[in-house]
């Protein structure tokens, strides 16, 4: 495939020239929400940024298998609780809900939340609860290559083993063995089972209180949470597959223990490029659900909150579209903070781009104008937007070159710029170029638009009508293009003749 995409692989630490392990295919996991509450917006960020990620892919002419799991069992309570619960178990007994209705609740607003985003939806999305076999094999597979031990019902995995056998635990978050071997982990109840604090539980056996156990050869119990990402990556993507994807705050523990059962369980590396997107600050500090020890309170913002202006943090409401586009301003892999100021130039910036992309799609181009510097210069820029893209996926970059483009089309508007210096296959790529960018990669819509959804495609046939009736009158066809008018007309769409071409508004 001819491209020139770049990643920056988190397990080397440079960027590496993107070779997918089957041409013309990726297989990439990203590491979906935990369906014990409602998603913030920290988790929505890096949901949106391998958003851009897999569109792209799709965009270069890769058929991407997109699997994002649902984690719906086995993510334990942070280190301070003493007696480890799944967060899902915990939060279900505590509300008095069946563990099934508290996940549905929330993944059905997590979809909902996406939509608003406007996310496409992965191509596989698998629940940890609906994979328990294949955990269940994995912990088998796992003991019977002697990288784990069974106590009292519980299993472990053998840490000081691995790390003596493969040399890669640490590499990806950067921790110094040592560092390892004397941290603790999240499943503190049965640390003195363990033969080393370093081991972590791979399957945990459950009393009766704990509502979401399920039978095994060692114990009734629930998988540890790493296992269930090892167990489906493998299942959908294969034992070795292209990208994998997650917040960088999952580096460690998380990703590093997946690493391991794969290799305890297979034998060998899953990942060829590891990505991990960053967090997002609220006001500087990262936002998270959990309380501040010291405040008692969180720092953090849900979706809705701020779609809705139903909060105490920011001045007005910004529109999901706003939200989207002012993630897209910063690269995946730096921090974002978000600021009141920096959302009142996200919308500003927002509206700008999709008002020269209207006028634009109503533009006509000279008809023979002949490729001049101006045309020379245009065609460059679209390339630069490439270039950009594949340096990492650089959507910060790209939108800046975007951005030039934007004064040269408002400057060609106004009349400020000669057309007839911009060939006719220029004028058209540059159309081509924004509709991609804006609905297909960066996935925008114009909110302030009927029918928004289908913008993209709107706007295309609009352009395809408006270039046949353009036609039409060339060859003076005039009952062809009073026709097209007409008919136009009849669905309440105004086509506008000017000297710069022809745009069309809806409902007036
Ligand atoms: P969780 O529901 O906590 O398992 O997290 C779901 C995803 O959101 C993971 O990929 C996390 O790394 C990511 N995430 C959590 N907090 C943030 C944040 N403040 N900024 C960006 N991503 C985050
Ligand atoms: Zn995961």
């Given at each position: 495939?001819?491209?020139?995409l770049?990643?920056?692989?988190?397990?080397?630490?440079?960027?590496?020239p993107?070779?997918?392990?089957?041409?013309g295919?990726?297989?990439?996991?990203v590491?979906?929400p935990?369906?014990y509450?409602?998603v913030?917006l920290?988790?929505c960020?890096?949901f949106?940024?391998?958003?851009v990620?897999?569109r792209?892919?799709?965009?270069?002419?890769?058929?991407?298998?997109y699997?994002?799991n649902?984690?719906d069992v086995?993510h334990?309570?942070?280190?301070t609780?003493?007696?480890?619960?799944?967060?899902?178990?915990?939060k279900?007994?505590?509300?008095?809900?069946e563990?099934?209705?508290?996940?549905?609740?929330?993944?059905?607003s997590f979809?909902?939340?996406?939509?608003m985003?406007n996310t496409?939806?992965?191509?596989i999305e698998?629940t940890?609860t609906?994979?328990?076999?294949?955990q269940?094999?994995m912990?088998q597979e796992?003991?019977?290559?002697g990288?784990a031990?069974v106590?009292?019902?519980?299993?472990?995995?053998?840490?000081?083993?691995?790390?003596?056998?493969?040399?890669?635990?640490g590499?990806?978050s950067g921790k110094?063995v040592?560092?390892?071997?004397?941290?603790t982990r999240d499943?503190?109840k049965?640390?003195d089972e363990?033969?080393d604090p370093?081991?972590?539980?791979?399957?945990i056996?459950?009393?009766e209180?704990?509502?979401?156990?399920w039978?095994s050869?060692?114990s009734?119990?629930?998988?540890?949470?790493h296992?269930e990402c090892s167990?489906?990556s493998?299942?959908y993507?294969?034992?070795q597959?292209d990208?994998h994807?997650?917040?960088?705050d999952?580096?460690?523990?998380?990703?590093?223990?997946?690493?391991?059962?794969?290799?305890?369980?297979c034998?060998c590396?899953?990942?060829?490029?590891?990505?991990?997107g960053?967090?997002?600050?609220?006001?500087?500090?990262?936002?998270s659900?959990?309380?501040?020890?010291e405040?008692?309170k969180s720092?953090?913002?849900?979706p809705?909150?701020l779609?809705?202006?139903?909060?105490?943090i920011f001045?007005?409401?910004?529109?999901p579209?706003?939200?989207?586009?002012?993630?897209?301003?910063?690269?995946y892999?730096?921090?974002l903070?978000?600021?009141?100021?920096?959302?009142?130039?996200?919308e500003?910036?927002f509206?700008?781009?999709?008002?020269?992309?209207?006028a634009?799609?109503g533009?006509a181009?000279?008809g023979?104008g002949?490729?001049?510097?101006?045309g020379?210069?245009?065609?460059?820029?679209?390339?630069?937007?490439h270039?950009?893209?594949n340096?990492?996926?650089?959507?910060?970059r790209?939108?800046a070159?975007?951005?030039?483009?934007?004064?040269?089309?408002?400057?060609?508007?106004?009349g400020?710029?000669?057309m007839?210096?911009?060939?006719?296959?220029?004028?058209?790529?540059?159309?081509h170029?924004f509709r991609?960018?804006i609905?297909d990669?960066?996935?925008l819509?114009?909110?302030?638009?009927?029918?928004?959804?289908?913008?993209g495609l709107?706007?295309?046939?609009?352009?395809?009508?408006?270039d046949?009736r353009?036609?039409?009158?060339?060859?003076?066809?005039?009952?062809?293009?009073d026709?097209?008018?007409d008919?136009l007309k009849?669905?309440?769409i105004?086509?506008?003749?000017?000297k710069?071409g022809?745009?069309?508004?809806?409902g007036q």
């Amino acid at each position: 495939m001819e491209h020139e995409l770049k990643i920056y692989n988190s397990l080397s630490r440079q960027k590496e020239p993107f070779e997918p392990l089957h041409e013309g295919y990726v297989g990439l996991y990203v590491c979906g929400p935990t369906v014990y509450s409602d998603v913030h917006l920290g988790n929505c960020r890096t949901f949106v940024s391998f958003d851009v990620i897999y569109r792209y892919l799709t965009y270069l002419g890769y058929k991407v298998r997109y699997v994002r799991n649902i984690t719906d069992v086995g993510h334990l309570e942070g280190d301070t609780d003493s007696d480890a619960e799944d967060k899902i178990s915990k939060k279900a007994r505590l509300e008095q809900l069946e563990p099934m209705e508290l996940v549905q609740r929330h993944t059905r607003s997590f979809h909902h939340i996406l939509g608003m985003l406007n996310t496409l939806s992965p191509s596989i999305e698998p629940t940890a609860t609906g994979h328990i076999v294949e955990q269940i094999q994995m912990v088998q597979e796992i003991l019977d290559n002697g990288y784990a031990y069974v106590k009292n019902g519980s299993v472990y995995f053998n840490t000081p083993k691995f790390i003596k056998d493969h040399g890669v635990y640490g590499k990806l978050s950067g921790k110094r063995v040592d560092d390892l071997l004397s941290e603790t982990r999240d499943d503190l109840k049965n640390q003195d089972e363990k033969n080393d604090p370093s081991d972590f539980a791979i399957w945990i056996k459950a009393d009766e209180r704990h509502l979401m156990r399920w039978p095994s050869p060692w114990s009734v119990g629930f998988p540890g949470w790493h296992l269930e990402c090892s167990a489906m990556s493998t299942k959908y993507l294969g034992k070795q597959f292209d990208i994998h994807g997650g917040g960088m705050d999952l580096q460690f523990p998380h990703h590093e223990n997946e690493i391991a059962q794969n290799y305890g369980a297979c034998g060998c590396m899953p990942v060829r490029y590891w990505m991990h997107g960053n967090m997002l600050l609220l006001n500087g500090k990262k936002m998270s659900k959990t309380p501040d020890p010291e405040t008692g309170k969180s720092n953090s913002i849900t979706p809705v909150e701020l779609f809705s202006g139903e909060n105490e943090i920011f001045s007005k409401p910004y529109s999901p579209m706003v939200v989207r586009f002012f993630m897209l301003q910063s690269h995946y892999r730096s921090t974002l903070d978000l600021t009141d100021d920096a959302l009142l130039a996200a919308e500003k910036g927002f509206r700008r781009l999709m008002e020269a992309n209207k006028a634009l799609q109503g533009m006509a181009s000279a008809g023979k104008g002949q490729e001049g510097p101006l045309g020379k210069e245009i065609q460059k820029l679209i390339g630069q937007i490439h270039e950009e893209m594949n340096d990492d996926f650089n959507t910060p970059r790209a939108l800046a070159v975007l951005f030039d483009l934007v004064t040269k089309i408002n400057s060609l508007k106004d009349g400020h710029l000669p057309m007839d210096q911009i060939s006719e296959e220029t004028f058209n790529r540059l159309k081509h170029t924004f509709r991609n960018f804006i609905y297909d990669i960066f996935g925008l819509k114009d909110e302030l638009e009927a029918g928004a959804e289908g913008n993209g495609l709107a706007e295309g046939l609009m352009q395809l009508i408006i270039d046949i009736r353009q036609q039409a009158r060339a060859s003076k066809d005039w009952a062809t293009s009073d026709k097209i008018r007409d008919a136009l007309k009849e669905l309440d769409i105004v086509l506008k003749d000017s000297k710069e071409g022809t745009s069309w508004v809806k409902g007036q």
